[in-house]
Structure formats: C-alpha cells, structure tokens
C-alpha cells in the first residue's frame, strides 16, 4: 500500500500549492535569513521549527505515518527549490526525508516503521554514519563492529564514524557496523543499526570546521561499547545493512543533484543581475558577448540537469533500475554546479573573490557537491562498471 | 462568533504587471496569480482571533473564475474552516462584489466581515465600505490593530499622520493594512487537510445580484519611466539643485 502511494505521490494540485508556498517562503524568510546563519554558523531556531511545522521533516514518509508521502519526482523538486537558499536549509532535513527515510523504507520492520517514521517526520534529525577515519569511497571496509550482546537479544557496537552531517543535532542515527570480522560477499557482513543519539556510549565530537555550506555541520560520532536491543537491527536480519545503504544512496545522489541543480541557479541569477548593473567601458558587462556567452553555456548545463532530474526521477517512481542514472545525475549535476559557481565568480570580476559578495561562497558551497554521496570518480566507475556488465550480457 | 474573510485572486505581487498592447487592460495571459496580499493578512488576523478563543468559525469567500478556488484552498491551508466560490468570469467590481457579500453575510449571520483594504490589480479601495453601507454596520478601515472586547472590536486605523482609535459595535467590517500582521505559510500537513474542508459553489444568480460592468476602462496605459538622477557633488549643489528646480 505505501509502495503505491510513494510512487504516485500527492495529487499534483495539493503538490503545487505546497511548492507555491515554498518558493515564497525561500524568497521572503530564508534568503533574507543566510547572512545570519552564515554570521552565526547555525540555522536559526525560530527558521527550524518553522521548517518542521511546514511539514519539511517528513516530505517522504507515507501520509499513513504522519509524512507527506511525495514520489520521488516532487521530492526532488522541494530539495531543488529549496536548494535556491543557502545549503544548511537543506542540509538539516535531508538526511529524514534522503537516506534514513529511504533506509527505513526499503530496510525496515513494520515495527521499525510505526516507530520512527512519526518521529521524524514530527521533526526529529537524524544522520547516518556510513563513512570511518580509515574508510570513505570504500566505505565496506568500515571497522565499526557490532557483536552480539552476551546478556540479552541485543548487541554491542564500538567505532568511529567520520564527517557524519548533522550529527551535532541528532536525535537518531543510521549506523552501519560489521557483523562479521572478514569481509563477505555482496558486502554481507556490513548490517545497519538504528541508535538513538542518547543511548549511553554514543559520543558526538565538536562540529568540524570546513570550506563552505556554514550553518551545516558535520562531526565525528564515537561508539563506545554501545548496548542497542535487538529490534535496533534494520530489517532484523544481518548482512543487509550495505543493500539498504546502497539503496539509499541512489536517493541521496538525486538529493544532491537537486541540490546542485537549484543552487546552481541561484547562482546564475545572481550573476546574471550583476552582468546587467555593472558597468565597464560604459556599458553594462552583459552587453559583452564573452560575459553572455558564459550565461548562455550556465544556463544550458542548468537546463540539462534539470531534464535529467525530470527522468531519472520518473524512472525510480516507475520502478526501474536506476543506479546508472541516478550516479549520471548526481556526477553531472555536481560538476555542472561547480562549473557554474566558477563562471560566476568570474562574471563578479574583483567582487568575486570578496567575501562580502555572494560569489565566493557560491563557489565555497558548491564544492562538497562533487564529493559526498559518491565522489565523481566513483560514480564514474559504478556508470561504467553497469555499463561493461551490460555489454557482457549482451 | 463567526468571521468571513473575503479574498481575490489576484495577479501574483512579484510579478511585473505588463499592459495590453491595444491599452484594454493588464495581460493576464500565463501569469502567476495569488491571493491579494491584503486579504491574506485578513486570513491570518481571523486565524489568529480563532486561535485566541475570539472567534469560532472562519469561512473564507472568494467572487470570481473557478481557478480562484486555489485562492480559497490557500485560505483554507492557512486555517479557514470552509470556503464559498461565488463563481464568475465576469471581471466583477466592487460594488457586486459588496452586493454578494451582503447577500452571504445575511446567510451566515458573522460578527466580523475582515477583508484586504484593497486589492492589488485595480487598487479600487471601496469593497470593504460599501459593504458596510450596503449592511449599514460600522467600518474599521485600514486596521493596524484588531482587538475584540465583549459586543464591540476595537480598531486601530492608520490615517494620514498617526493611529486613530474606534469602537465598533459587531457585527462590523473590518479592512486591514499592512503592517497589521505577517501572514503564515501553509504548511505541507495544512495544505493536505484543506483537501477535505468544504468548499461550496455558488453562482451571482444564486444571490439575485447582477455583476454586469457599470465602469468603461478606456485606456491602461505604464507609468511614465523613471528619469535617470544625478549626482551631485556636496549639500551645497544639492540645494542649489533644487532650488532651480524649484522644490526646495
Ligand atoms: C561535508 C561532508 C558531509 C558528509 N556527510 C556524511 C554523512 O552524513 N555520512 C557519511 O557516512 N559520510 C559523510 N561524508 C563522507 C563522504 O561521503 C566521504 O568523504 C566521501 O564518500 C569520500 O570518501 P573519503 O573522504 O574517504 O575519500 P577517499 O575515499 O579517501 O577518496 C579520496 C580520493 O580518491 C578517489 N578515489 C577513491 N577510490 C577510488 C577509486 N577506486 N578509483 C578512482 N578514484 C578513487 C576519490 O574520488 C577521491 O578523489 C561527508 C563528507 C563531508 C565532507
């Protein structure tokens, strides 16, 4: 039942409105908001609370467990549209509504479900801990373990997790451990654990200090023989823990497409309003052809990626496999964006590289696009691993 | 007591009116419409009265084509209780538009009729006082302010210069202004229950009013484009300036 309704989504006229009000709500309240989560590195409470009552948390989760129940299609248009505003927007909920929603979804009991889908939907953060100090690109050589609990039905997880978004404000994390010392095919000895963030072991380090996205955060979360029952285990099976984090990922790269697509627009309108009010040789930079011919190329990769949103969205609402679009997308969007941010500052000249215009951050921002979720080079790998398997099969 | 709040569809506030070529009107033609920004904050000021324990029913109302029932399904997310649609492609003015809500203001008997002071696309200004004469019911234009206290509302007018205070007896009419509050977004699990608020359709008939035109539009035309200013080099020229000009 769920299954049917994610697929089709909301009906398109309650979808618009809500898409109508958010556009108004990026432009009046969060765009007004960036210099002061930018001046004081976090998102505003009031802004939060607003978020969650507008229903953000919850966008994925099916409308019989307190969320919106969106396909994919309108997911990736709220993330794109929200993307517009500064990246902590968007980083906040994007873990609820990318990867813990769809973990739970393609991964969980119907206990598990009735558990935490409410919650976050309601607005409870989560993360998800998949990346390690000693592994990132091949995250399944991860040394966080879980052994089983002597006394009871439960188990014992001890580890670090490294660069963990939004770990700082988390209430529930999806933490992936080994449950078998050697490495196993198809990644089986790699399950995934549901913690709540108070459990007693769970430790959060200080928020890391990076290049750009400020307001965002990211940190280290340190497992320290922590005791989680035996109904935390996803799915309530081992060695599923890396299908379902591979599942989610496609979903967290068509975020992160969104993502880049929408900024990357944001920063094209800015330039492109610079181009007309400044001047040089006494005419607007706009009127010269190598300036335009910057906006003419931004403008057309913008285009681009937002058709390959249209379609690989389209295709995961349908059913299909979608691995090799949804790394296309995600490889392409990314680039795409860093592409753009690069004209842009070259469109503001001098300005910029000067903090005090928006340029530099754009640039700043855009950066982690092509890095987490899969660096482009391992999307690259995965689109021509599928692409040669398919060949064989021919 | 029960609040009608009438709002208009309106073309979007954001978005750069263009004039007809032939100068009959403004082209409406692919343009982002929305509710009049004045009548969203009538929205919200009832909703807030609602909240308050000051009023029990809201029931927004629109006159106009179908498509305003997306005005009315907005007013319904942000907290209306139920909405009517007085359907008509008529290009309706003020004073059928007064003529409907008096009808619909017999029906339902409110203590507050709260409407926008004016609409943004013909800024006529006249809707929400020809109501009150039509009701013949006292009029709060331009609230800033909107108090109930027992029988009466107590309104703060913004006038020329200042605040001006009056004490209506309800039920009244109420027009609001801009400062008088910041409308809320509908949230997304708001949006989704106005699906299932009713939402009536009526036609002018149903009223007995008649919506033909009394007004002729014989020119819309731009304003005049802005000339260029200049800079000048210290106080001294800038009142030298405009002294030539003789505006100073
Ligand atoms: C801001 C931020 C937020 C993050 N949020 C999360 C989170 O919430 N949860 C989480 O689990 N992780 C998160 N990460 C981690 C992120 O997903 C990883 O950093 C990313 O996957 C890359 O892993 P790595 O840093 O270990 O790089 P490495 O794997 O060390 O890669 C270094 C370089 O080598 C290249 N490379 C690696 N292997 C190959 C190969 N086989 N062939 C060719 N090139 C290769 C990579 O493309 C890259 O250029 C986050 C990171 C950042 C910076």
Redesign the interface.
């Known amino acids: 039942m769920s299954e049917t309704v994610s697929a089709n989504g ?2 398109s ?2 979808f618009d ?2 898409i ?2 958010l556009e ?2 990026v ?1 009046e ?1 969060l765009l007004p908001a960036e210099k002061e989560v930018i001046a004081n590195d976090r998102v505003p409470e009031d802004i939060l609370s ?1 978020m969650k ?4 948390f919850g ?1 994925t989760v099916p ?1 019989d467990y307190g969320g ?1 129940g969106l396909n994919t299609r309108q997911y990736a248009q709220v993330v794109r549209t929200i993307a517009y505003a500064a990246p902590a927007f968007r980083s906040i909920f994007s873990i609820n509504v990318g990867m813990f929603n769809s973990a739970i979804k393609n991964g969980g009991t119907d206990e598990q479900k009735a558990e935490w889908w409410p919650r976050i939907a309601a607005g409870e953060v989560a993360c998800f801990g998949l990346t390690e100090p000693g592994s990132g690109s091949d995250s399944a050589a991860m040394q966080t373990f879980a052994k089983p609990d002597p006394d009871g039905n439960g188990w014992i997880l001890n580890g670090t997790k490294r660069y963990i978004t939004n770990a700082p404000h988390a209430d529930v994390g999806l933490i992936m451990a080994r449950t078998e010392k050697d490495a196993l095919p198809k990644n089986a000895h790699v399950s995934a654990f549901i913690v709540p963030m108070d459990t007693p072991g769970v430790s959060v380090g200080s928020a890391d200090e990076k290049m750009g996205q400020a307001g965002s955060h990211v940190a280290d979360v340190m497992l320290d023989d922590v005791h989680v029952p035996g109904d935390a285990l996803l799915g309530g099976e081992t060695g599923q823990g890396f299908r379902f984090a591979m599942q989610s990922l496609d979903n967290g790269r068509i975020s992160v497409g969104a993502a880049s697509t929408g900024y990357a627009r944001r920063a094209l309108d800015s330039a492109l309003k610079y181009a007309n009010e400044r001047q040089a040789f006494g005419e607007p930079i706009a009127n010269f052809q190598l300036i335009q011919q910057m906006l003419a190329e931004s403008w057309t990769e913008i285009y681009a990626a937002e058709a390959m949103m249209a379609d690989v969205t389209a295709r995961v609402d349908r059913g299909e496999d979608t691995i090799k679009h949804a790394a296309a997308f995600k490889a392409f969007a990314s680039e795409m964006c860093g592409r753009v941010v690069d004209r842009v500052v070259q469109i503001y000249g001098g300005a910029g590289y000067l903090a005090e215009y928006d340029a530099e951050r754009f640039f700043r921002d855009a950066r982690i696009y092509r890095i987490y979720e899969g660096t482009t080079q391992i999307l690259q790998l995965q689109i021509a691993k599928r692409m040669l398997r398919e060949y064989a099969n021919m | 007591m029960k609040i009608l709040v009438p709002v208009k569809r309106v073309i979007d506030y954001n978005v750069k009116p263009r004039v007809k070529a032939d100068g009959s009107g403004v082209d409406l033609a692919n343009v982002k419409m929305s509710m009049n920004p004045f009548d969203e904050i009538a929205v919200e000021e009832a909703i807030r009265l609602k909240e308050a324990g000051k009023a029990e029913e809201i029931v927004a109302i629109s006159v106009g084509p179908a498509k305003a029932q997306e005005t009315l399904r907005t007013a319904l997310a942000m907290g209306a209780d139920r909405a009517i649609l007085v359907e008509t492609d008529d290009e309706v003015e003020p004073l059928a538009v007064a003529k409907i809500l008096k009808a619909i203001a017999e029906e339902e008997q409110p203590g507050l009729v709260m409407l926008g002071k004016q609409a943004i696309d013909d800024d006529s200004n006249q809707t929400g006082q020809m109501l009150a004469a039509l009701m013949q019911r006292p009029q709060g234009t331009f609230a800033n302010t909107v108090e109930i206290d027992g029988d009466s509302v107590i309104v703060k007018r913004e006038i020329d210069g200042g605040l001006e205070t009056v004490k209506l007896t309800m039920p009244a009419i109420v027009t609001t202004d801009l400062r008088l509050n910041e409308p809320r977004y509908a949230s997304l699990p708001n949006i989704m229950k106005a699906k299932k608020k009713s939402l009536d359709v009526k036609t002018p008939a149903d009223y007995g009013v008649d919506t033909a035109k009394r007004l002729t539009t014989t020119n819309v035309a731009e304003p005049p484009v802005r000339q260029a200013g200049e800079k000048v080099e210290d106080v001294d020229a800038l009142v030298m300036k405009m002294k030539a000009l003789g505006i100073a």
């Open positions: 909301m009906d006229e309650t409105q809500f109508d009000q108004r709500y432009r309240r607003e009552d507008m229903g953000l966008l409308e919106a």
